[in-house]
């Protein structure tokens, strides 16, 4: 796009379908690595990635030229490919229906670079669950939380 210039950074946070402990600690460094190889094939920037057993953060930089529902659909079809046909998993492999994405401004990066790396000791007191509805408050995300995750009756964390 010629003379067109942006700044654009989205947070982009998934989880593992019905919130199950699927995504294995000895295979982040590979799917992180493989996560980042569709961001820059789809010529985006990665900028920070971490997940935990059932979820994943993303933070990118994207151009005006895609559609952030596309890039997310893309990372999980490719993403869900890899950790069935590697068996990282038993039984089927697959990501929520949906994803959230927020917006930060450049001064903004260095706290949610933060936020990202530091996942694990985030989760050792909050819940995905927990951090999930607290991003939508604070970005004043209207949803109704009985539809933010996949009907499981028996849980609520």
Not at 63 to 73: E, F, K
Not at 79 to 99: P, S, Y
Not at 124 to 130: A, D, I, L, M, V
């Amino acid at each position: 796009m010629a003379d067109t210039y942006t700044q654009l950074y989205i947070h982009i946070v998934f989880s593992v379908k019905g919130r199950q402990l699927l995504i294995p600690k000895q295979y982040k460094t590979e799917l992180h690595k493989y996560i980042t190889g569709i961001v820059t094939n789809k010529k985006q920037k990665m900028i920070q990635i971490n997940s935990m057993l059932d979820h994943i953060h993303i933070l990118i930089g994207i151009t005006p030229d895609i559609a952030i529902s596309d890039l997310v659909r893309d990372i999980k079809r490719n993403a869900t490919q890899l950790i069935n046909r590697k068996r990282w998993t038993v039984g089927k492999f697959m990501w929520q229906e949906g994803f959230a994405a927020f917006t930060y401004s450049h001064s903004q990066l260095k706290d949610v670079i933060t936020y990202i790396e530091n996942q694990e000791e985030h989760h050792s007191h909050k819940t995905f669950k927990e951090e999930y509805l607290e991003l939508l408050k604070r970005f004043d995300i209207s949803h109704n939380p009985k539809y933010v995750f996949d009907a499981d009756p028996a849980s609520d964390t």
